[in-house]
């Protein structure tokens, strides 16, 4: 899972010359928590249309499907689509129809963060790639039309794949849950996710694990109350079986 991260800095993205046509003029917060707006990188152009520079924006950290009824469904779905297990994201609800329609984003990052339990409790660690190389994590992205007001607002989730057999991720999370991490790419397969296809897509979920990490413990910061975020909002069981 990842649900905390540091993205890019916009010095960091600018300096690495992906190609990106201009970077948003909003800032975004030093962590990255569900609700926050972060900076994504989405295809420019039509799938394979390689000579269009990929966009960056801001996005929601959470998706909101399209189908949601109204501000109130769209914040209580999203609380449940910060992850999309890449194992079914092309035929649950909330993801086939960004899969389908080839939505793939990328959410670049410096580093995220994961619970060790290793002590017999929760230790909040860092993890970053291993040669302080810039990375990504893959992901879905969306747009929702509020109907009630006419706005339309920007969201992604992270795709996961099962990292039980991971030499540090298999090391973090509650001791018998199912060990997950998002698909890490590095900057060579850019490109290739967004433009991906669906076989092309799947094959680099499968690449997931090659990226070198290291991690080690870090203290939690209280998240910035000046960023814009989503109000928590009550779970409801029946929505588990979307996602």
């Known amino acids: ?24 003029e909003a800032d975004w ?3 990255v928590y569900p609700g926050y707006e972060a900076p994504i990188l989405v295809r420019g152009g039509a799938p394979g249309q390689h000579d269009a520079a990929p966009r960056c ?40 129809g960004p899969w389908r329609e080839r939505r793939w984003a990328l959410a670049p990052m410096e580093n995220f963060f994961e619970p060790c339990w290793e002590t017999g409790g929760a230790v909040r660690w860092r993890i970053a790639c291993a040669d302080a190389d810039l990375f990504a994590a893959a992901g879905l992205w969306e747009r929702w039309l509020d109907p009630a007001s006419g706005e339309i607002t920007a ?13 540090l991720m298999a090391r973090m999370h509650r001791p018998g849950d199912e060990k997950r991490m998002p698909v890490l790419l590095a900057p060579g397969d850019f490109e290739t996710w967004l433009h991906a296809t669906d076989d092309q897509a799947h094959a680099l979920v499968r690449k997931a694990g090659a990226v070198p990490l290291a991690g080690e413990p870090a203290p939690r910061e209280p998240p910035s109350r000046a960023v814009r975020r989503v109000p928590p909002a009550p779970s409801h069981n029946h929505t588990q079986s979307l996602f």
């Open 29 to 31: 917060p030093r962590e």
């Open 1 to 24: 899972m990842c649900t905390n991260y540091t993205p890019s800095s916009r010095d960091r993205l600018r300096a690495e010359q992906l190609g990106v046509a201009h970077l948003p």
């Open 57 to 96: 924006l801001l996005a929601r950290f959470g998706l909101i499907p399209r189908w949601s009824r109204d501000a109130d469904h769209a914040r209580d779905l999203a609380r449940h689509t910060t992850n999309a297990r890449s194992e079914t994201a092309a035929v649950k609800p909330s993801f086939r």
């Open 155 to 167: 969201s992604f989730t992270l795709l996961t794949v099962n990292a039980d057999a991971h030499p």
